[in-house]
């Protein structure tokens, strides 16, 4: 529902149906009875926001309790905004319409660092003030949780609680304390102390950062009994956590139209440049009959035809083929179609792939990131040319004729030569079409490079690296595409400067929270989509609050510096992460879990048990 | 394969939902439903399911058809019905399941209701001397865009009928335009070329599509 003044100025914005709520499986519930309203506040459009798995797992868990009341709530697109700030209505929850400013919770999914200013940007539509200090109140209690949140502090200044690692179960236990805390009429002050002692939740007020005279950290020190280290929360058997069994379904198209099942969390790859990957370590799978048996009820719920089996490395699922081949038997009669994100073709069974295929055909796609062996060795990307070049021609055969080729500059150690290596990779995928003697008539092969610049993130081996500088990526790209010689291949690329201010945050400290209000302030928010970020206005923001960005991403940091997010602990330990580091400038690789445990130090998450080790033992 | 025409009510906040969108929202509803649908034969296969008269955003409807082909030809039309009715979003409701009497291609009108909300009596009291004047006066020019671009046209002559009524601040517009793929007039652009013309500025709209009608002014079925 939305606020009946909104009513007369829904149909002069672009899709209103992202405005009105009511969409089928959302939830309404009788306010009277409920002890806790949570905003989940999404701080991107609805389309992309609706597409995210992690909010539709936390609406339904908390919706799952009585007292309780989860309603969603998306940045509007600018159009809304104004027609919002011109008419002094404030941002609404779509179940309800009711105010964001009267709930008792404001949960955050921070997915990316470009949604900082989005964040602001939409505390401020909803009438609070957006730096923590100046909400005195117990209610609202603005917490935050997703990839981002391992290093949130250039956002201390903005939440009250930052919840690291999987919220299903760390959501409830605030959720619990913020309803005990409300009734017995407790201070703001005293509820943030009490949350502190929970495992799992970091109170960035309760930390004090002190700095050396050069910029870096000089001491972390925890106030108020808050711990030193704040271990991330770890859900152990995802066969009995919290699983959703419908999902709203929009009106409109949204980006992702279909369904999700997690299979897995955690990866036993160990990409150094992977974020995600050693953030949600260690590895831990659903069982197949478990995720086949989640398939169908969201299949039943949604009516979505295609449904996504996600996880990191889907091909990496041990009960892949026995989840399929059970899952086919009914999907094949109801033509729904299975995705598979993150598949590796190489060693997947051509019997299975036809069937995959019979409903409809996706696109292929693979994800070298490097151009040459040696790159490839540096980034533990272990996927050789003579695996793509056999995957390509055995797709070509089989009728596809376009492919997708993941690639990333800016690498530790790179060279021309590496650069150059891209260009020639595609075209040697270019030629493997051309050798088919079965070819598709009609039709040229079409090789798309995807061309990302490295972004060194907190938690990975590459956190003490130097990123190159926007120049030094445009030059790399132009390189790059020089060396492009057909006209079978094309290129797309990110934009450098997106990814400088990503870099900028992803490894930033508390000192930046100054530079994004100021910058939200001017008029910056949506920096994601290149059409909003504005260059100059970041940049004149640095300025005026005596910051150099190039602090936090030009420069090396030595392995003894205290990183800003210290306090955090994601289970892999840095003495692994400098290993690794040293591996990667050695150009030596590190087996994946599966063939031979690291020793990275996550498997006490799990009780000290990592389930690699185990199911390998078993 | 038994053919058979939904008829569907459309309000609520279901009537944010663009043409295309409806499309996907009763193509998942139907699944939900399990009701065997034909599906087409393409590249990528899809449930048999046309939507005989677009409706535009922001408009409700009472009774607008959808054609489906069914792969089961034992199923009731009854049953269809509450299977829908059962999975359908609030604002999305089927009201009847026939058997097409009459071809797509006869559907030539359209008759709305429009409620016209005005700041004051006095306005809509103006507006409905002033709005029979332009009618009466046969010449009412808007910019209409088709596949072919921008042209001006009279929307006079699309307007097989027009009463209108005041009662306080409501104006209430009851209007038979032409709709359909000869000729079409989107009620939206009606009703505000009408207040241009007649010096009236409202406040807010309502605009339900009550039926469709052949040329003649039958009732389509």
């Known amino acids: ?618 | 394969m038994k053919c058979a025409r939904l008829w569907y009510k459309k309000s609520g906040m279901a009537i944010y939902t663009s043409h295309l969108d409806m499309n996907r929202c009763f193509s998942k509803a139907v699944t939900r439903a399990d009701i065997p649908l034909w599906y087409t034969e393409g590249f990528n296969p899809h449930p048999y399911m046309t939507f005989l008269a677009p409706l535009a955003l922001g408009q409700s409807a009472k009774r607008e058809p959808i054609d489906i082909k069914l792969e089961d030809d034992e199923i009731t039309f009854d049953r269809v019905k509450s299977r829908l009715n059962a999975v359908l979003p609030e604002g999305l409701e089927i009201v009847d399941v026939t058997e097409g009497r009459m071809k797509p291609g006869e559907i030539a009108k359209a008759k709305y209701k429009i409620r016209c909300f005005f700041i004051c009596e006095a306005d809509a009291v103006s507006f409905r001397k002033n709005a029979l004047n332009v009618l009466n006066s046969g010449e009412m020019f808007a910019e209409k865009r088709s596949k072919r671009g921008v042209k001006t046209v009279n929307l006079c002559p699309m307007v097989s009928k027009c009463v209108i009524t005041a009662v306080d601040s409501l104006a209430v517009v009851e209007a038979v335009l032409s709709a359909g793929n000869n000729e079409n007039l989107n009620p939206q652009l009606f009703i505000e070329t009408l207040a241009q013309y007649s010096e009236s500025e409202f406040d807010d709209i309502d605009i339900i599509r009550q039926s469709l009608l052949t040329e003649s002014g039958e009732l389509f079925e």
Not at chain 1, 533 to 557: Q, V
């Open chain 1, 1 to 618: 529902m939305f606020p009946k003044e909104l009513k007369k100025h829904l149909l002069k914005v672009q899709k209103p149906g992202r405005y009105t709520g009511g969409e089928l499986n959302s939830v309404v519930k009788d306010k009277s009875k409920i002890d806790i309203r949570y905003a989940f506040c999404f701080p991107d459009t609805y389309e992309i926001g609706m597409s995210h798995l992690g909010m539709k797992i936390l609406y339904s868990l908390i919706n799952s309790r009585e007292d309780s009341w989860c309603e969603r709530v998306f940045a509007p697109d600018t159009d809304m905004e104004k027609i919002l700030r011109d008419n002094g209505i404030p941002l609404y929850a779509l179940e309800s319409g009711d105010a964001v400013k009267d709930f008792d919770a404001i949960g955050f999914t921070m997915q990316y660092e470009l949604s900082y200013t989005n964040v602001l940007n939409m505390l401020d539509l909803a009438g609070l003030p957006v730096r923590a200090s100046e909400r005195k109140e117990l209610t609202p209690v603005v917490m935050v949780g997703g990839t981002c949140v391992c290093n949130s502090e250039p956002m201390a200044d903005f939440v009250d609680i930052v919840l690291p690692g999987d919220g299903e179960e760390v959501t409830n236990e605030v959720i619990d304390l913020l309803k005990q805390f409300k009734k017995e009429n407790k201070s703001k002050q005293e509820f943030l102390t009490a949350a502190s002692q929970i495992p799992g939740v970091y109170v960035p007020s309760l930390y004090d950062i002190g700095y050396n005279a050069d910029g870096t950290v000089k001491s972390i020190t925890a106030l108020c009994g808050a711990p030193q280290k704040v271990v991330k929360r770890n859900v152990a058997d995802l066969d009995k956590m919290f699983a959703p069994e419908s999902f709203v379904v929009p009106f409109i198209e949204t980006v992702f139209d279909r369904t999700t099942v997690e299979l897995f969390r955690g990866c036993i790859r160990g990409c150094r440049f992977c974020q995600a990957g050693f953030l949600s370590r260690p590895l831990r799978e659903k069982s197949p009959e478990e995720a086949e048996r989640q398939c169908r009820a969201i299949c039943d719920s949604t009516g979505y035809d295609e449904i996504s089996l996600c996880s990191l490395s889907t091909s990496d699922y041990r009960g892949l083929e026995k989840l399929l081949n059970n899952m086919l038997t009914w999907t094949e009669e109801r033509k729904i179609n299975i995705a598979l994100p993150s598949l590796r073709v190489d060693n997947f069974p051509q019997e299975l792939m036809k069937r995959l295929t019979s409903v409809r055909r996706s696109g292929l796609t693979f994800a070298p990131e490097a151009g040459t062996q040696r790159m490839r060795d540096v980034i533990n990307k272990n996927i050789t040319e003579r695996e793509i070049l056999e995957t390509s021609a055995r797709a070509f055969a089989g009728g596809w004729n376009a492919v997708k080729l993941y690639f990333m500059i800016g690498l530790p150690t790179e060279t021309d030569e590496d650069i150059k290596g891209i260009a020639d990779l595609a075209q040697a995928v270019v030629d493997e079409f051309y050798k088919n003697p079965n070819k598709p008539k009609g039709k040229g092969a079409q090789v798309n490079i995807s061309l990302a610049s490295l972004v060194p993130k907190p938690f990975t081996p590459f956190q003490w690296e130097a990123q190159d500088t926007p120049d030094v990526l445009i030059e790399k790209q132009k390189y790059l595409i020089s060396c492009v010689k057909s006209g079978k291949i094309s290129v797309s690329r990110h934009v450098p400067w997106t990814s400088f201010l990503e870099g900028v945050f992803a490894r930033g400290d508390r000192r930046l929270c100054a530079v994004i209000e100021k910058a939200w302030r001017n008029g910056c928010h949506f920096d994601s989509w290149e059409e909003h970020l504005k260059k100059e206005t970041w940049l004149a923001a640095f300025e005026e609050c005596g910051i150099d960005p190039f602090f936090y991403t030009a420069r090396k940091r030595s392995f003894d510096e205290i990183l800003p997010w210290d306090m955090m602990d994601y289970g892999v330990t840095k003495a692994f992460l400098i290993s690794e580091n040293k591996k990667a400038h050695n150009g030596e690789t590190t087996p994946s879990c599966r063939e031979k445990c690291s020793g990275c130090g996550a498997a006490r998450l799990n009780g000290g048990v990592c389930n690699e080790m185990r199911k390998t033992v078993v």
